[in-house]
């Protein structure tokens, strides 16, 4: 790929972060959702928020796996429970020992 080809791409991707901001601030949104990346917020070691999830893949008491995007999050801990779960999102609680990201 030559420099001007670069160029054409960097334009393109700055173009698309601002495609996607303006959509997230008409929704409002954070940009991160509407892109396809999982927000997660963590309180201490006992709870976790994640929104963007795209499905469940494993869930027992020691493991909660989730689809986030081309990626997979992983909660490792004791006594994990899923407390509220929507389209998008969801809430674990429990002892949270470890969070992991898979590519």
């Not at 396809?36 to 994640?50: F, I, Q, R």
């Not at 909660?75 to 609680?93: A, H, M, P, R, V």
Request: aromatic residues 4%; proline residues 1%.
């Amino acid at each position: 790929m030559n420099k001007a080809q670069r160029g054409v791409e960097k334009r393109q991707e700055k173009g698309n972060v601002r495609g996607l901001n303006k959509i997230a601030s008409v929704l409002q949104l954070p940009a991160a959702v509407i892109a396809g990346v999982a927000h997660m917020e963590v309180s201490g070691n006992h709870e976790v928020v994640l929104e963007g999830c795209g499905g469940i893949i494993e869930y027992t008491d020691d493991v909660v796996r989730v689809k986030t995007g081309k990626s997979i999050t992983k909660f490792n801990g004791k006594n994990l429970e899923i407390k509220c779960i929507q389209i998008d999102s969801l809430i674990i609680q429990g002892f949270i020992t470890s969070i992991e990201f898979q590519f």
